[in-house]
């Protein structure tokens, strides 16, 4: 009898340790850094409209001059974008690298208040009167540029645009990109989204 449980309880430990170590390997393969993938901000089911740019292509690597970070020196690229609703109010600029090993991605550009009569940005953009150049994770205000940790895995930037149903989200620059990103789900009435990539 005593052999009976004891050959029991070792098939349960093994069962356990098999599972566990299914989960570990599991996880590794979806992490980077062991971080989590972030979730997505934007209500599910959102109308998309057209984003377009002159100086990054949809699917590949963001050209590192002038539009890396890493020496400081950076400029936003050319943005596009039409076929929004017409029942929009104002305009959202938004980059955000959701591979950065943060836990939270990286905010490289978070822009709101653009007027609905606003649909580009030329390269090195200054924003019209009125729009806020928010806080980026880096500390700065408005866009900065990619700059992925030497050897990480290829990191993928989604630029975006969100139509919203308010003129003015009553948000001042110093706002955390987090929370502009929490009224922006709260306002958007549709969105343009491509995403480019950046290694080294």
């Known amino acids: 009898m005593h052999g009976a449980t004891r050959r029991s309880a070792l098939l349960v430990a093994l069962v356990v340790a098999a599972l566990f170590g299914t989960a570990l390997a599991a996880g590794a393969a979806a992490n980077h850094f062991g971080y989590h993938k972030v979730r997505e901000g934007l209500p599910a089911g959102l109308p998309h409209f057209s984003l377009t740019s002159t100086d990054v292509a949809a699917g590949q690597p963001i050209p590192q001059q002038p539009f890396w970070g890493c020496d400081g ?16 109010q104002s305009y959202a600029v938004t980059v955000f690298d959701v591979d950065a090993p943060t836990g939270s991605g990286f905010w490289h550009w978070v822009a709101w208040d653009l007027p609905s009569s606003v649909t580009s940005l030329p390269t090195g953009a200054v924003l019209p009167a009125g729009a806020v150049n928010g806080e980026n994770d880096g500390g700065g205000l408005g866009y900065t540029g990619p700059c992925p940790p030497a050897g990480d895995v290829t990191h993928h930037y989604h630029f975006t645009v969100v139509a919203l149903d308010v003129s003015s989200l009553g948000l001042d620059a110093t706002t955390h990109a987090a929370v502009v990103g929490f009224n922006l789900g709260r306002h958007a009435l549709a969105s343009a989204e491509f995403t480019a990539t950046a290694r080294q």
């Not at 020196?73 to 929009?88: I, M």
Request: net charge negative; aromatic share 6%.
């Open 73 to 88: 020196s950076t400029e936003s690229p050319q943005l596009s974008w039409s076929g929004a609703p017409s029942a929009t």
